[in-house]
C-alpha cells in the first residue's frame, strides 16, 4: 500500500526529468502495473478511492494537503525552505 501511494504521488507530481501526470494518466500507469508491481486487489481498491475523492473535489491536490500545515514534518520543511530562500537571497 506504501508503495501504491508512493508511486501515485510521484507520478503526480513534477520531477526534474519529466512534467507531472495528470490523475487520470496516473492511474491508467497503475493500473497496467497492477499483478506485476501492485497487487491487483489493492489496486483496484486505490483507484476507485482515488476516483471517488477526485471527482467529489474539484482541487485534489489542496483537498490532500488541507490538514499538511498542521504536520511537524511539513512545518519543519517549511522552516528549512524559508532558511534556505533567505541565505540564497541575500
Not at 473535489?57 to 500545515?69: G, M, Q
Request: aromatic content about 12%.
Amino acid at each position: 500500500m506504501v508503495a501504491l501511494c508512493d508511486s501515485f504521488d510521484s507520478l503526480t507530481h513534477e520531477r526534474p526529468w519529466r512534467q507531472a501526470l495528470s490523475v487520470q494518466e496516473a492511474i491508467m500507469t497503475i493500473s497496467v502495473e497492477q499483478g506485476s508491481h501492485f497487487d491487483p486487489q489493492l489496486v483496484c481498491s486505490f483507484v476507485k478511492m482515488i476516483k471517488d475523492i477526485f471527482w467529489d473535489h474539484k482541487d485534489f491536490e489542496a483537498y490532500l494537503s488541507e490538514d499538511a500545515h498542521e504536520n511537524s514534518y511539513v512545518r519543519v520543511r517549511a522552516q528549512i525552505d524559508q532558511l534556505i530562500r533567505g541565505a540564497i537571497y541575500r
